[in-house]
């Protein structure tokens, strides 16, 4: 068959290029979503060729010479696996982040693991010393600047995105409920008269749980959107 030609002919130039295609796509996006598209890329190839060379399409290149009880049956599992397959490609792709959202994502990671270091160093020295106003209120700053960093990335998603990632950005989105309600309760003690450094503790202990949440929750996003992730501290 003609259709078989063709792609034996095409099957070398293209493999060939892979390479070079994956190095371009990695110096943009990075490996994570190159590795899972380089395996869905080849699986899909894999099974091109099995059907390619399956009973059916032997005999019909022989002129239909020998066909038997199983001729035409495709290998077993090949039509069960590929639409999971293109499935899984076509996800991928939908919910891929653009440049844009890895920077905004980026920014997004650091902001709020500054105010992870701010509230878990307050908690360090709770005991140890006197608590400072100040200190609360730069806390409550690094968290405003994390909030906003996050309303900022969640807003750039693409409709295919925002319903890919519904479930996670929901989830996103409680967290960042907490998190508004805890710092609020910090400006409350900050306008009183007199500071309750054990009431404070307690409120910023609830804080940092929050932010670890929150960090958590956009980590799994970053990952489903083939986002590069590195190491976040603990």
């Known amino acids: 068959m003609w259709q078989t030609y063709l792609f034996y002919k095409l099957l070398p130039s293209f493999t060939d290029s892979l390479p070079e295609i994956a190095s371009r796509i990695a110096s943009i996006h990075g490996e994570t979503f190159v590795n899972r598209l380089s395996s869905l890329i080849c699986r899909i190839v894999f099974l091109e060729i099995v059907l390619l060379m399956s009973p059916s399409a032997l005999l019909a290149q022989r002129g239909g010479r020998g066909a038997g009880a199983g001729a ?46 701010d509230a878990r160093d307050l908690l360090e020295h709770a005991d140890s010393t006197k608590p400072e106003s100040a200190r609360y209120a730069q806390l409550n700053d690094a968290v405003g600047e994390a909030q906003s960093d996050n309303r900022k990335f969640v807003s750039s998603f693409s409709t295919p995105q925002q319903s890919g990632l519904k479930p996670l950005t929901k989830k996103l989105g409680k967290v960042d409920s907490d998190i508004s309600k805890q710092s609020k309760a910090i400006s409350q003690e900050l306008g009183r008269s007199g500071l309750d450094a054990k009431k404070m503790a307690a409120v910023v202990e609830k804080l940092d749980k929050a932010l670890t949440d929150f960090q958590i929750e956009q980590l799994d996003i970053g990952k489903e959107m083939g986002i590069q992730i590195q190491e976040r501290s603990q």
């Open 72 to 117: 035409g049956r495709p290998p077993t599992g090949a039509a069960n696996t590929t639409p999971n397959e293109v499935k899984d490609f076509d996800r991928a792709i939908a919910l891929q982040a653009t440049p844009d959202q890895v920077a905004r994502f980026q920014q997004l990671t650091k902001s709020t693991e500054a105010a992870r270091r």
